[in-house]
């Protein structure tokens, strides 16, 4: 199962491709193909070289045939993220998710995501941990009161790692990535995107070939006036 870890100044994140569908690029391309085709997909699929496979998904793809990229599925576990992340990842509808629960899992020992900005800053990161260290200590207390994990979780914060599991067809994930790598999106999970991206890739190089913020190849949708990051024409203006 192809992974990817990143240190995001807390636990290590770590996303693993659990398992997609066989070789989605040659799926994609057949039901491509078929459409505008006298032969089923079942007969195109035999005759497609990796050259035609990649042209017939690029042409697809440009001319907003995107519905053609739903027959490829991936299923990632995301691991050593915080609750934070996860509450933005959710909202991405077109999905399905399961999530390590805190009303049957007890969190006995404090396991937490730190973000980069509080992490450089030492007097920061030192009143973060105690805040942290507080709340598990609450936490902790409350379970030992006999009180159930799913009321005493209401103190555990943000920041609390979890894991989850996300389903995602081919057309959704590009639509996640574009919105999720872009450089106003929140630090945690733009990294846990490119760490998605960098697996999906691997398995189905013609889809996602290219994949990323829209600004790399052009305006940014989201008008670039405040753009944090990303200079030159669809830049922020000098002056």
């Known amino acids: 199962m192809p992974c990817g870890e990143k240190s995001t100044g807390g636990p290590r994140t770590r996303v693993v491709l659990l398992r997609h569908t066989p070789d989605p690029d040659r799926v994609c391309a057949a039901a491509a193909a078929s459409c505008y085709s006298a032969s089923p997909a079942s007969a195109i699929d035999p005759r497609l070289t990796p050259e035609k496979m990649s042209r017939t998904i690029h042409n697809a793809v440009g001319r907003g045939h995107h519905s053609v990229l739903e027959h490829a599925v991936f299923t990632f576990s995301l691991e050593g993220v915080s609750r934070a992340m996860t509450h933005q990842l959710v909202r991405h509808r077109v999905a399905s998710y399961s999530q390590q629960s805190q009303r049957y899992v007890r969190f006995d020992t404090p396991g937490y995501v730190t973000p980069p900005e509080v992490a450089s800053r030492p007097a920061a990161k030192e009143a973060f941990d105690r805040a942290v260290s507080d709340a598990w200590a609450a936490y902790s207390k409350l379970v030992g009161l006999g009180v159930p994990e799913e009321d005493a979780r209401y103190l555990l914060p943000?920041?609390?790692?979890?894991?989850?599991?996300?389903?995602?067809?081919?057309?959704?994930?590009?639509?996640?990535?574009?919105?999720?790598?872009?450089?106003?999106?929140?630090?945690?999970?733009?990294?846990?995107?490119?760490?998605?991206?960098?697996?999906?890739?691997?398995?189905?190089?013609?889809?996602?070939?290219?994949?990323?913020?829209?600004?790399?190849?052009?305006?940014?949708?989201?008008?670039?006036?405040?753009?944090?990051?990303?200079?030159?024409?669809?830049?922020?203006k000098e002056g």
């Open 158 to 236: 943000n920041a609390a790692t979890t894991n989850i599991t996300v389903t995602m067809n081919a057309r959704e994930l590009l639509h996640v990535f574009g919105l999720r790598l872009c450089l106003r999106a929140q630090w945690e999970i733009r990294e846990v995107a490119q760490l998605m991206l960098d697996e999906a890739v691997k398995v189905a190089p013609a889809i996602f070939e290219g994949s990323g913020r829209p600004c790399s190849g052009g305006p940014c949708p989201e008008g670039a006036e405040d753009c944090p990051l990303y200079p030159g024409p669809w830049g922020p």
